[in-house]
């Protein structure tokens, strides 16, 4: 049988073992890419392009050297959109948030600190001495299921910054069409201006010879104010576009000098043709399945006011009391909150309300995503039939108009004037098919955004790679 000095021998020799495992379970650590591998996969297969992280001074000359690769050269699109995502700073403070959910992570994973207590009490000549250690058991016992919590809001953290990433790809690629757009826009409307110059100026030297009379030099006069001023309003429309490009690119100094195309891409010969978009939308979104992770969360969440609804206060404590005169006292308390007056009742009816306002929210959320996508869907085979008709039957008709006029006019049957006014309208259907080529891609850049998703829809709640929801917030999100 073992001697009691042969226990405390055992327990002390334990001892180690003990406080090595609590340390080990209180040392949470952060992990090396601090979530952003979630995120990068996210630019990765859903854009194709990459995405960094600036943490460091290398991963800061890394982006340098990649921008400074891409803007050697005259930008595509898909130029622009990489330019974004490695050198937005405002992506980059965004991506910070996973540093600081991660932060919150590892704390909720950690062991409470144990408390001390020191105590010193004079009753005549004796002098009595209390020392306590305490540790927050309720805290201790809810560490998992705080972990849970902290687990699903940095998914959500990821989620919303996908997202943001996925936003700014999407304002990018449409900032990239409207400046193109624009500058060529600038071209065309200077070539009308020119148009009207030389009529303007051919009608005053004729009006001074007495072969042209005032009305119609003043009309003459009054088509080129007009296309000077719509040149002036073109040339400011072109450089406020280039400047929102720029911002999105997060450029400066030498780097504002990139090159941009003359034109804009071709229209495709066939619209996408998706029949089942709203199904898509539901299982692509990512503001969907973030509304179904915060029912998800909020349901977890119930249990846990439930669970705890008695337990709010409970510490577990070691005492060590000793006196000048009386023997040295040792042991335990436990302290415990008692539910007299505040029996959680009104935490757990809050939860609950919490809960159906997570469920409604959700069900909003899949309406609102089945409206947009057959909205983006309209919009973009709408702008697709208006370029093509602009390119096949406005712009070919212009064009045979132009060389007819051409030809009364080297057989003297029509005047420079009608010539030059034929120009104009020819310039000017030139530059609709501009503007209709400009509002199909942007459509289209609405339409990939509608299948993914917008931050301001369920910004509580974004998902990336997480489990379904509850059964009632399935009901509202699931079917077509």
Known sequence: MTTPRHARAAAARRLPLVLASLTLAGCASFSPDGGFGAVEQVAQERLGKDALWARTTEDQNRIDARVAELLARPLTVDDAVQVALLNNKGLQARF??????EAELVQASR?????????????GDEIELERGYHLNLARLLAMPLVRQIEERRFAQTRGAVAVQLLSLA?????????AVAAEDTVRYRRQVQQATEAGAELARRMAEVGNFNKLQRMREQGFYADATLSLARAEHAALASRERLTRLMGLWGMQTRFQLPERLPDLPEAPQDQPDIERAALAQRLDVQGAKLAA????KNLGLTKTTRFVNVLELGWVHNSSNEEPTQTGWELGLELPLFDWGGARVARAEAVYMQALNRAAETAVNARSEVREAYGAYRSAWDIARHHRDEIVPLRRRIAEENVLRYNGMLIGVFELLADARSQIAGVNG?????????????DLEMALIGKPGLSSGGMALGTGTAAGSADAGVGGH
């Open 433 to 445: 098919y501009i503007e209709s080529l400009r509002d199909f891609w942007l459509a289209q850049a």
């Open 111 to 123: 062991l409470p600190n144990p408390g001390f207590s020191f105590g010193r009490l004079k009753r």
């Open 96 to 101: 910070f948030e996973l540093g600081i959910g």
């Open 296 to 299: 998800e969360q909020t349901a």
């Open 170 to 178: 999407s304002e990018a690629r449409k900032a990239y069409f409207t």
